[in-house]
């Protein structure tokens, strides 16, 4: 979902997401015809690296917990997460393009730092295509329906650690020049999502499975550079 599409996407409820299904992971039919992904089709190559972490590759999802076409890519994206090598260090970041989302950054941030993220990710992101939070307090609301202590939530909601993680996520995002999500970043230097990696009219699923093939190419080429 690019920018310009959030402000549209708020206030959107009961979203319905199609899928195909597809048995085993494949480049786009242009980039395997010629042997691999390309630069500047099917990813993109920033024109200075960023850090990353030593003797390791990082590779960073870019999303927003309101967009149906991250919560389309989720199960393709954590399929393959559990399947990384030991030399491959993942993370998501949240996006906080625009002032009516900063609170969803907060959101994920809090939950992050009272380290029950991983534990109701699924549940946040369902909840958000049903009903997207729309303030703070639609927030502290939904963290109390998921059966989470609300005060200490709240506590980390509006600490200073979170409001200096959602600055640095926001950093990171510009840094990347990302203008949609989902997106992935890969060791410091590449960028490619399912909008870039996929073929057009394919499906989600599809575009999802082609995107996670070229971050494998890209993980193995960013080895080969270490």
């Known amino acids: 979902m690019k920018r310009r599409d959030f402000s549209a996407q708020l206030g959107l409820s009961a979203l319905g997401l199609s899928t195909l299904g597809l ?41 927003w917990y309101g967009c149906p076409h991250c919560f389309a890519f989720d ?8 399947q990384l090598p030991a030399d491959v260090s993942f993370r998501r970041v949240h996006v906080g393009f625009r002032a009516n989302i900063k609170s969803h950054q907060k959101l994920f941030y809090a939950l992050e730092a009272m380290g029950k993220q991983a534990e109701v990710h699924s549940a946040v992101f369902a909840a958000f295509q049903r ?33 200096t993680k959602c600055a ?11 203008d949609g999500v989902p997106a992935l970043g890969i060791a410091g230097r590449y960028l490619t999502s399912p909008s870039i990696a ?15 093939a070229v971050a ?8 080969n550079k270490a």
């Open 216 to 223: 494998d190419f890209l993980i193995k080429l960013a080895r």
């Open 198 to 212: 996929g073929t057009r009219g394919a499906g989600e699923q599809v575009n999802g499975q082609q995107a996670v």
């Open 131 to 163: 009903d997207m939070p729309e303030s703070d307090k639609d927030v502290i609301a939904l963290v109390g329906r998921l059966g989470l202590d609300v005060a200490k939530f709240t506590a980390a909601y509006n600490s200073f650690g979170v409001q």
């Open 168 to 178: 640095q996520a926001s950093k990171l995002s510009e840094d990347f020049r990302i």
């Open 75 to 82: 199960p393709t994206l954590e399929a393959w997460v559990k």
């Open 23 to 63: 048995s085993t992971l494949g480049l786009p039919g242009i980039a395997a015809a010629q042997g691999g992904p390309m630069e500047g089709k099917q990813y993109l190559k920033l024109s200075q690296a960023l850090p990353t972490t030593p003797g390791k590759i990082d590779v960073v999802e870019f999303f």
